[in-house]
């Protein structure tokens, strides 16, 4: 009988933007692999794709029916291992997953930054820190993807099977790389920016936790100290408007390109001299990791993912979020110093090899092959018993 994985989230296109190097090493080893998660994407090296009503709130009515075919499709199949991401994709799944961990199956949930965390807000802590300690119990492997929730995990005394820590979701470091001057000013000419303009990337959706209007209210600091700045916002989301409108009543407008939606960052990333994130609360961003491939200083608020990946004055620097003085000043410490920026660039560079695909491909495959073989050995170890 052919082993079954199934791997599950809130949306599909979280398997398709993160985790298709693992879907194709389970499809690789023979496995027949199942995707559970809300929406109609095309998922490659997957056998069967559930489209279930998974929503981003907890209090959605619609979870109640999303549970209820989740239990049905895990029944059904008998896998041998389930994976679940996002917070809501973990919850129901944990809950839907219960009589078959008594079955042998094996349930794996990575945590991309729990809600709640040093600084977060009062109601995080009191909604879904319960949430999480409790369905710990109902977890094989609890895998977190920064050290800060790997600390908390094991501190307040997460009742998984093993807690790991893996180095995020890995960035391609061929398809993000830095490219030759002559290439960048070539590629600047085409996107239509001059070789001297000084060029600030951030890519997020537009929400409250990503904080666009932090970054736009930096520029009406250092407009005038840096003529030459532009600052280059790729995404969309619901504030966006409303960062539009702040941009013209600070008279930054002309410094800001809302780039929208793009497919292309891996061109845009490496014609730019800074990265730039504004993030009150992150997991640990691939943004941040994609610019570093290229080459890039990055200037970021403090969070715990932030600093993980940001050392400050090493490869870029973290600011608090109440300082945006500071963060203005650190901007233009770099667009006046070439030197500066080349060093830390090049910090950068040599700092994210530890977090590419390869790397941590290699650190979810070594946890796989243990639930793999641990289960090989419980069932010979009943096979063994029934003949003694």
């Known amino acids: ?25 389970f499809k690789e080893k023979g496995w ?3 995707i559970a998660a809300s929406g109609e994407n095309e998922i490659h090296f997957v056998d069967k794709k559930y489209n279930i009503p998974i929503q981003r709130s907890p209090f959605h009515i619609k979870n109640l029916a999303a549970y209820r075919e989740l239990k049905s499709i895990i029944n059904e199949n008998n896998y041998k291992i389930i994976h679940c991401h996002t917070p809501m994709g973990g919850v129901l799944t944990r809950l839907a997953a219960k009589q078959a961990r008594k079955n042998g199956t094996k ?17 995080n802590w ?45 960035v391609d470091t061929e398809r993000f790389k830095p490219i030759d001057k002559e290439l960048k000013r070539e590629r600047r000419e085409t996107l239509g920016y001059k070789d001297d303009d000084f060029l600030l990337f951030y890519a997020a959706e537009f929400n409250k936790n990503k904080n666009q209007q932090f970054l736009i209210r930096t ?15 790729a995404g969309e989301g619901l504030l966006l408007e409303e960062c539009k409108k702040l941009a013209l009543g600070l008279d930054v407008e002309r410094m800001i390109e809302f780039l929208g939606y793009r497919k292309d960052i891996d061109s845009i990333l490496p014609i730019c001299d800074v990265a730039v994130a504004s ?9 941040i990791m994609e610019a570093m491939a290229c080459g890039l200083p990055v200037v970021a608020t403090k969070n715990r993912g932030h600093s993980e990946l940001v050392k400050n004055q090493e490869n870029g620097f973290i600011v608090d979020t ?23 660039g090049s910090s950068s560079l040599r700092m994210v090899k530890q977090f590419n695909i390869l790397s941590v491909s290699k650190e979810l495959h070594s946890i796989y092959s243990r639930y793999i073989l641990r289960d090989f050995d419980e069932t010979k170890d009943k096979y063994n018993r029934a003949y003694i």
Request: one cysteine or more; a negative charge; hydrophobic letters at 45%.
């Open 1 to 25: 009988m052919t082993n079954k994985v199934l791997f599950c989230a809130t949306v599909d296109y979280h398997f398709k933007a993160f985790h298709l190097p693992i879907l194709k090493w």
């Open 32 to 34: 027949e692999v199942h």
């Open 107 to 123: 349930v794996l949930y990575t945590a991309h930054g729990f809600h709640f965390c040093k600084g977060a807000p009062i109601m």
């Open 126 to 170: 009191l909604l879904y820190y319960p949430i999480e300690k409790v369905l710990a119990r109902y977890t094989d492997c609890l895998i977190t993807i920064n050290e800060e929730d790997y600390q908390l995990a094991i501190s307040h005394r997460f009742m998984a099977g093993d807690i790991e820590h893996v180095h995020g979701v890995g």
């Open 219 to 233: 520029l009406a600091l250092i407009k005038d100290r840096l003529p030459n700045v532009k600052l280059l916002l």
């Open 279 to 287: 993030s009150l609360r992150e997991g640990l961003p691939v943004n």
């Open 322 to 344: 109440n300082s945006i003085e500071l963060f203005s000043n650190r901007i233009v410490e770099l667009g006046t110093s070439n030197v500066l920026c080349e060093t830390l």
